[in-house]
């Protein structure tokens, strides 16, 4: 057990972190581990509330993270979390352009760089950071690594170490009296550009809504989150052919998964 420095557990809002969560929080004294889950304001209201479960669970470890302009982080908690989007609007007016697959900034301003800030706050230099990143997800290990280094992040990721796979973390929450009332093609970001098509038009077809906040990001912006096609084209396609996208395409790998 890597307890030298103090252990910020990364509490994506997924099932799998918070297998991981749960288990380091087992192993780990409390003075040597924070817990921080970093809300971007286009999770989920599910992950919002499974998170909040959890954190009762848990005793309430968990630190409600968002971005502020002026402060760096705000604390927030689950009354208070922001659900329309307000901190990531926020950080696509200061940026003044999109994030896409290439650029990929609202990972790291929206949710790495807060908890850092965070942590610096409470006076710690040094942690490890740990992310609840599977065994049988090879594909994410060193992207996820490289991310963090670069905000000098010594990055753990006990699940590979303890050999954890999927089925592992789906028959844990399957023995609690709460799970993740997430669907596999919704994730905690509701229309995440890294979405295939055929996901995003399976969550557009139940809640048309959501497809209104990332259309308006585009217009105001006067580019796209996708290169080649806006939300609104997409939109539009999917009502003129309902079929069109009932493909299975891939996604991009990204870091705020359910499972």
Same mark, same amino acid.
């Given at each position: 057990?890597?307890q030298?420095? %103090?252990?910020?557990i ?5 099932r ?14 409390p003075? /040597?581990?924070? $817990? ?13 509330k499974?998170v !909040?479960?959890?954190?009762?669970? @848990?005793?309430?470890?968990? &630190? ?10 705000r604390?927030?908690?689950? &009354?208070?979390?922001s ?12 940026r003044?352009?999109?994030?896409? $697959?290439?650029?990929?900034?609202? %990972?790291?301003?929206? /949710?790495?760089r807060?908890?850092? @800030? ?12 740990a992310?609840g990143?599977? !065994? ?7 992207? %996820?690594?490289?991310i963090?280094s670069?905000?000098c992040? #010594?990055?753990?990721? +006990?699940? $590979?170490?303890?050999? $954890?796979?999927? +089925? ?16 596999? !093609? ?5 229309l995440?550009?890294?979405?295939? /098509?055929n996901?995003?038009k399976? *969550? ?5 809504q959501?497809?209104?906040? @990332?259309?308006?990001?585009e217009?105001? *912006?006067?580019?796209?989150? &996708? ?5 609104q084209?997409? =939109? #539009? ?5 309902? %079929?069109? =996208?009932?493909?299975? #395409? ?8 359910? #499972?």
């Amino acid at each position: 057990m890597r307890q030298m420095e %103090t252990t910020m557990i990364s509490f994506s809002g997924g099932r799998t972190s918070a297998y991981m969560t749960a288990k380091l929080i087992e192993q780990i004294p409390p003075e /040597k581990r924070v $817990v921080c889950f970093a809300n971007t304001g286009k999770e989920e209201e599910a992950t919002l509330k499974f998170v !909040h479960q959890c954190d009762e669970l @848990w005793n309430g470890i968990i &630190h409600w993270i968002e971005y502020d302009p002026i402060t760096k982080f705000r604390i927030v908690d689950y &009354h208070t979390a922001s659900r329309k989007g307000e901190p990531y609007q926020t950080i696509i007016e200061k940026r003044r352009y999109l994030p896409n $697959v290439v650029a990929r900034y609202c %990972t790291q301003d929206l /949710k790495i760089r807060p908890i850092k @800030w965070f942590m610096k706050s409470l006076g710690h230099r040094n942690w490890i950071n740990a992310v609840g990143i599977r !065994h049988d997800e090879p594909q994410r290990w060193a992207k %996820t690594k490289n991310i963090a280094s670069r905000e000098c992040f #010594d990055t753990w990721l +006990p699940l $590979v170490d303890w050999k $954890v796979d999927k +089925p592992a973390v789906l028959e844990y929450w399957r023995q609690m009296p709460f799970n993740l009332q997430l669907l596999e !093609h919704e994730g905690n970001c509701d229309l995440c550009f890294l979405k295939g /098509k055929n996901k995003i038009k399976q *969550i557009i077809e139940q809640y048309p809504q959501k497809a209104t906040w @990332w259309i308006d990001q585009e217009k105001a *912006i006067g580019a796209t989150f &996708h290169k080649g096609y806006s939300y609104q084209q997409l =939109f #539009d396609l999917m009502a003129r052919a309902p %079929t069109l =996208f009932d493909h299975i #395409d891939p996604d991009f790998p990204c870091f705020c998964n359910i #499972d």
